[in-house]
């Protein structure tokens, strides 16, 4: 059994696809490493049929109709046979050394305790940026031991479990038979959301490991495209909705963490929906409000009536300025462009 298996989706991705690939083989017979082809029509699938052919022992070329990222990561799980599952995106890539302390920390976790989560630092590599923002957990997460919910201290704002920063246990992952939606973008907060109920045992690798390319004007997270695909947004906001039930978490700290994050992409939803300036996108978003209440009434007077949402929910003219700044924080907060 391999110790991790790495997913790389890849849809039109020969521009940077190697980047990513050659970041990850230090790894060497440790890993496997997955690239699912989602039905690209540029060489992706040439490239990864020439890495596998390189390194049958390390790599598979894995190739699927064109069903969407969350789709080629579902692929991804299926065909896992590490302890471990990360996901990788084509044009990202891994610090090489933070690599190797990853890894090393992975053999020790399985001798002695096999952990369900292990989390890590990531970067945002963002094009044309001056300084680079570093998501760290130090501040929250325990270091060098095993620990659990309770061990943690709260989040503060701004600092989220995304998916650069995660490793799941693959077995995981299938136990509580993850499956993401086809043909939708932002499904990235349904693969950390969805699993986090069942994670028990939790550690902490205090390193600079993923490294998050922003800044691309076809990046699914740039403004102007998340604005015209809000509908696939929306949809994983509902998604986490139905999936929260929070009522039943027993551990506070556990069911306060996914409360923030289901607030934050909330507010993403609704700033954007207020950005977007159009009257069908207004009356969306208050679409959503009654669709979440009509779900989980308790969970609606707790979104509803937290900080950010009583700005982004201001009326007139005045609290769409107002929200337009909430706006500005929440891009800070997430790092979407």
Same mark, same amino acid.
């Given at each position: 059994?391999?110790?991790? @298996?790495?997913?790389?989706?890849?849809?039109?991705?020969?521009?940077?696809?190697?980047?990513?690939?050659?970041?990850?083989?230090?790894?060497?017979?440790?890993?496997?490493?997955?690239?699912?082809?989602?039905?690209?029509?540029?060489?992706?699938?040439?490239?990864?049929?020439?890495? *596998?052919?390189?390194?049958?022992?390390? $790599? !598979?070329?894995?190739?699927?109709?064109?069903?969407?990222?969350?789709?080629?990561?579902?692929?991804?799980?299926?065909?896992?046979?590490?302890? &471990?599952?990360?996901?990788?995106?084509?044009?990202? =890539?891994?610090?090489?050394?933070? &690599?190797?302390?990853?890894?090393?920390?992975?053999?020790?976790?399985?001798?002695?305790?096999?952990?369900?989560?292990?989390?890590?630092?990531?970067?945002?590599?963002?094009?044309?940026?001056?300084?680079?923002?570093?998501?760290?957990?130090?501040?929250?997460?325990?270091?060098?031991?095993?620990? @659990? =919910?309770?061990?943690?201290?709260?989040?503060?704002?701004?600092?989220?479990?995304?998916?650069?920063?995660?490793?799941?246990?693959?077995?995981?992952?299938?136990?509580?038979?993850?499956?993401?939606?086809?043909?939708?973008?932002?499904?990235?907060?349904?693969?950390?959301?969805?699993?986090?109920?069942?994670?028990?045992?939790?550690?902490?690798?205090?390193?600079?490991?993923?490294?998050?390319?922003?800044?691309?004007?076809?990046?699914?997270?740039?403004?102007? $495209?998340?604005?015209?695909?809000?509908?696939?947004?929306?949809?994983?906001?509902?998604?986490? %909705?139905?999936? *929260?039930?929070?009522?039943? $978490?027993?551990?506070?700290?556990? @069911?306060?963490?996914?409360?923030?994050?289901?607030? %934050?992409?909330?507010?993403?939803? *609704?700033?954007?929906?207020?950005?977007?300036?159009?009257?069908?996108?207004?009356?969306?978003?208050?679409?959503? =409000?009654?669709?979440?209440? !009509?779900?989980?009434?308790?969970? &609606?007077?707790?979104?509803?009536?937290?900080?950010?949402?009583?700005?982004?929910?201001?009326?007139?003219?005045?609290?769409?300025?107002?929200?337009?700044?909430?706006?500005?924080? @929440?891009?800070?907060?997430?790092?979407?462009?």
């Amino acid at each position: 059994m391999k110790l991790l @298996s790495v997913v790389i989706p890849c849809y039109n991705s020969q521009d940077y696809m190697k980047y990513c690939i050659e970041s990850l083989l230090p790894g060497g017979e440790d890993v496997e490493l997955l690239i699912v082809n989602d039905g690209s029509v540029d060489r992706s699938a040439e490239i990864a049929d020439g890495y *596998a052919k390189r390194y049958p022992t390390i $790599i !598979k070329s894995i190739h699927q109709k064109n069903d969407g990222h969350g789709e080629a990561v579902n692929t991804g799980i299926q065909n896992a046979t590490g302890r &471990y599952f990360k996901v990788v995106d084509s044009d990202d =890539w891994v610090d090489i050394r933070a &690599y190797m302390k990853v890894l090393e920390m992975l053999k020790r976790l399985i001798v002695d305790n096999l952990v369900d989560l292990i989390v890590s630092n990531f970067v945002y590599e963002k094009e044309g940026a001056k300084y680079k923002k570093i998501m760290k957990y130090d501040n929250v997460l325990p270091q060098n031991m095993v620990f @659990s =919910w309770d061990d943690i201290k709260h989040f503060r704002k701004g600092q989220y479990i995304l998916m650069h920063s995660v490793i799941y246990r693959t077995q995981l992952l299938l136990d509580c038979e993850l499956k993401l939606p086809k043909h939708t973008l932002y499904v990235d907060n349904l693969y950390v959301f969805t699993p986090l109920k069942y994670v028990n045992k939790v550690y902490y690798v205090n390193v600079d490991f993923y490294r998050y390319f922003i800044g691309r004007e076809d990046r699914s997270v740039h403004e102007k $495209i998340m604005i015209k695909r809000i509908d696939q947004q929306i949809k994983v906001n509902k998604l986490m %909705i139905e999936q *929260a039930n929070l009522e039943l $978490i027993k551990n506070s700290n556990l @069911s306060q963490y996914m409360l923030r994050h289901l607030e %934050i992409v909330t507010v993403v939803s *609704a700033i954007l929906l207020i950005r977007s300036g159009t009257v069908e996108n207004l009356k969306k978003k208050r679409e959503l =409000w009654r669709y979440i209440k !009509k779900k989980d009434n308790e969970l &609606y007077h707790n979104l509803k009536f937290g900080i950010m949402e009583s700005l982004i929910n201001l009326p007139g003219p005045a609290g769409r300025k107002i929200s337009l700044e909430a706006y500005k924080l @929440s891009q800070k907060l997430v790092g979407f462009n």
